[in-house]
C-alpha cells in the first residue's frame, strides 16, 4: 500500500493537501492525526475527498475540527464510495469535547 503522513505547521499546507487529493490516484491510506486543524481545514479535506477514488484509510483522529469538521465528513461519505474506514476519535465532535470514533464500511 501506498501510505503517507502529514504533519504541517502552516496553513498554507491544507490548499497542498486538498490540491493532492483532489488529483491522487496512488495513495490508499493516509494518516493525519494530531495535527491541531480546526473545522476550517476539516472541511477542505473532506470536500476534497468527496470524489476521491484512491484512498481507502483515513486517519484525522484528535484534531479539534468539532461539529462543523465533523457534518463535512458525514456529508463526504454520503458521496465517497471508496473510502473504508475514517478514524474520528478525539476530534471534539460534540459539544461535550467526545469523540465519535473509526467508522468502517
Not at 35 to 59: D, Q, S, T, W
Amino acid at each position: 500500500h501506498n501510505n503517507a503522513i502529514y504533519h504541517w505547521e502552516h496553513p498554507e499546507t491544507i490548499d497542498s493537501l486538498v490540491a493532492m487529493l483532489e488529483k491522487n490516484d496512488k495513495l490508499t491510506s493516509l494518516d493525519m492525526s494530531r495535527n491541531g486543524f480546526e473545522p476550517g481545514a476539516a472541511e477542505a479535506i473532506a470536500r476534497a475527498m468527496y470524489l476521491n477514488k484512491a484512498v481507502v484509510n483515513l486517519n484525522v483522529a484528535s484534531n479539534p475540527m468539532r461539529p462543523q469538521g465533523a457534518h463535512a465528513f458525514g456529508q463526504m461519505l454520503l458521496q465517497n464510495t471508496t473510502l473504508a474506514k475514517l478514524n474520528l476519535t478525539r476530534c471534539k465532535l460534540t459539544d461535550a469535547g467526545e469523540g465519535v470514533g473509526t467508522v468502517e464500511s
